[in-house]
C-alpha cells in the first residue's frame, strides 16, 4: 500500500528492516533452524522491549507452534469484535433472516473513535449485515454498540464459552494471544460456522482500513485476513496470513503498556520475521 509506505517514510525516513538502522529488532539471531530458535529471539528481543508482549503463531498445514506470552492475559480492544461477528453467525444460522434485521441507531449507541457511523443521525436504520462489514472493515464502535445491544450480551458470552476460548472475559474486555489464535484456527477449520459463513466472516477482514500491522511488510500476494486492536498503550493484530507456497498461519500479536509507535512497528517486523521462518 504506498500511501502507508509513504507515511512510514515520512514517519521514519526509513522503512526498516530486520537488524537495519530504524528496526526494532538486532537480528542477531537470524536465521533460524527451529521452532526453539525463534522461541529464543522472541524472548530475547521482546523481553528487553518496554512494556508487555505476547505471540501465538500456529502453522495450518503442519500443526506447527511458536508462541511467546501467548497465555497472558491483554487487553482485547478492539479484537473483541470479532466475539460478536462470531454471535451473530451463530445466530445467523438458527435464524437466516437475522442478516435483513432493521436495526435503529440510539443515541446510547454512539461510541467516539473508528467508524463512520458515529456521523449518522439518531434513527438511522441499518441491517445487520452492514453493520457487521462496518465492524470488522472499519473497526466502527457504533455498529460494534448496535449489534451488542441487538443480539444480547449473553449470546457473545455463549458464543465464546462455546468456543473454547477458557481466558477471554468479553465484560473486562481481556482475551490471550492463544485464544485468538484457537478461535482464528476453528474459523479455518470451519468448524465454527458453515463454509459460506466462514468465507464471508474472511473477505469482511480483507482489505480492511487498517492495513499497517501484520500485512505491511507481506508480499503483495500474500491475502490476510485480520482484525486488529487499539486502546491506549495496548495495541494488537490478529488473524490468518494465506499464502501461496509457504502454507497458510495463524498469527496473533498483542501487546500492554507499550508506546504505540514502538508496538506498530514490532508488529509490523515480526510479522515479515514469521512468514520468512515458514
Given at each position: 500500500?504506498?500511501?502507508?509506505?509513504q507515511?512510514?517514510?515520512?514517519?521514519?525516513?526509513?522503512?526498516?528492516?530486520?537488524?537495519?538502522?530504524?528496526?526494532?529488532?538486532?537480528?542477531?539471531?537470524?536465521?533460524?533452524t527451529?521452532?526453539?530458535?525463534?522461541?529464543?529471539?522472541?524472548?530475547?528481543?521482546?523481553g528487553?522491549?518496554?512494556?508487555?508482549?505476547?505471540?501465538?503463531?500456529?502453522?495450518?498445514g503442519?500443526?506447527?507452534?511458536?508462541?511467546?506470552?501467548?497465555?497472558?492475559?491483554?487487553?482485547?480492544?478492539?479484537?473483541?469484535?470479532?466475539?460478536?461477528?462470531?454471535?451473530?453467525?451463530?445466530?445467523?444460522?438458527?435464524?437466516?433472516?437475522?442478516?435483513?434485521?432493521?436495526?435503529?441507531?440510539?443515541?446510547?449507541?454512539?461510541?467516539?473513535?473508528?467508524?463512520?457511523?458515529?456521523?449518522?443521525?439518531?434513527?438511522?436504520?441499518?441491517?445487520?449485515?452492514?453493520?457487521?462489514?462496518?465492524?470488522?472493515?472499519?473497526?466502527?464502535?457504533t455498529?460494534?454498540?448496535m449489534?451488542i445491544?441487538?443480539?444480547?450480551?449473553?449470546?457473545?458470552?455463549?458464543?465464546?464459552?462455546?468456543?473454547?476460548?477458557k481466558?477471554?472475559?468479553?465484560?473486562?474486555?481481556?482475551?490471550?494471544?492463544?485464544?485468538?489464535?484457537?478461535?482464528?484456527?476453528?474459523?479455518?477449520?470451519?468448524?465454527?460456522?458453515?463454509?459460506?459463513h466462514?468465507?464471508?466472516?474472511?473477505?469482511?477482514m480483507?482489505d480492511t482500513?487498517?492495513?499497517?500491522?501484520?500485512?505491511?511488510?507481506?508480499?503483495?500476494?500474500?491475502?490476510?485476513?485480520?482484525?486488529?486492536g487499539t486502546?491506549?498503550?495496548?495495541y494488537?493484530?490478529?488473524?490468518?496470513?494465506?499464502?501461496?507456497?509457504?502454507g497458510?498461519?495463524?498469527?496473533?500479536?498483542?501487546?500492554?503498556?507499550?508506546?504505540?509507535?514502538?508496538?506498530?512497528?514490532?508488529?509490523?517486523?515480526?510479522?515479515?520475521?514469521?512468514?520468512?521462518?515458514?
Amino acid at each position: 500500500n504506498t500511501t502507508i509506505e509513504q507515511q512510514i517514510l515520512a514517519d521514519y525516513g526509513v522503512l526498516p528492516q530486520v537488524g537495519e538502522k530504524g528496526s526494532v529488532f538486532s537480528g542477531q539471531q537470524l536465521p533460524f533452524t527451529g521452532p526453539s530458535d525463534l522461541v529464543s529471539f522472541l524472548q530475547a528481543e521482546l523481553g528487553g522491549l518496554q512494556g508487555s508482549y505476547g505471540v501465538y503463531v500456529r502453522h495450518l498445514g503442519t500443526g506447527e507452534e511458536v508462541s511467546w506470552n501467548d497465555r497472558t492475559s491483554f487487553t482485547a480492544a478492539s479484537t473483541a469484535k470479532l466475539f460478536v461477528v462470531g454471535a451473530y453467525y451463530r445466530q445467523l444460522e438458527k435464524d437466516p433472516s437475522f442478516a435483513d434485521k432493521d436495526i435503529v441507531l440510539q443515541s446510547e449507541d454512539y461510541i467516539s473513535g473508528s467508524g463512520s457511523l458515529i456521523n449518522e443521525s439518531v434513527g438511522a436504520v441499518y441491517d445487520s449485515r452492514i453493520l457487521i462489514e462496518k465492524m470488522l472493515k472499519e473497526s466502527d464502535n457504533t455498529a460494534f454498540a448496535m449489534m451488542i445491544r441487538t443480539l444480547g450480551v449473553r449470546k457473545i458470552i455463549d458464543f465464546i464459552k462455546t468456543t473454547g476460548l477458557k481466558d477471554t472475559d468479553f465484560l473486562t474486555n481481556n482475551t490471550t494471544p492463544h485464544d485468538l489464535g484457537i478461535f482464528f484456527d476453528k474459523l479455518y477449520n470451519n468448524i465454527l460456522f458453515t463454509k459460506d459463513h466462514t468465507k464471508e466472516f474472511l473477505l469482511l477482514m480483507q482489505d480492511t482500513l487498517f492495513e499497517d500491522r501484520i500485512p505491511l511488510y507481506l508480499p503483495d500476494d500474500v491475502v490476510v485476513s485480520h482484525k486488529i486492536g487499539t486502546w491506549s498503550g495496548a495495541y494488537s493484530d490478529a488473524g490468518i496470513v494465506f499464502t501461496k507456497e509457504k502454507g497458510d498461519y495463524v498469527i496473533t500479536i498483542m501487546t500492554e503498556n507499550v508506546p504505540y509507535d514502538q508496538s506498530v512497528r514490532t508488529m509490523r517486523e515480526l510479522s515479515k520475521i514469521i512468514y520468512d521462518y515458514f
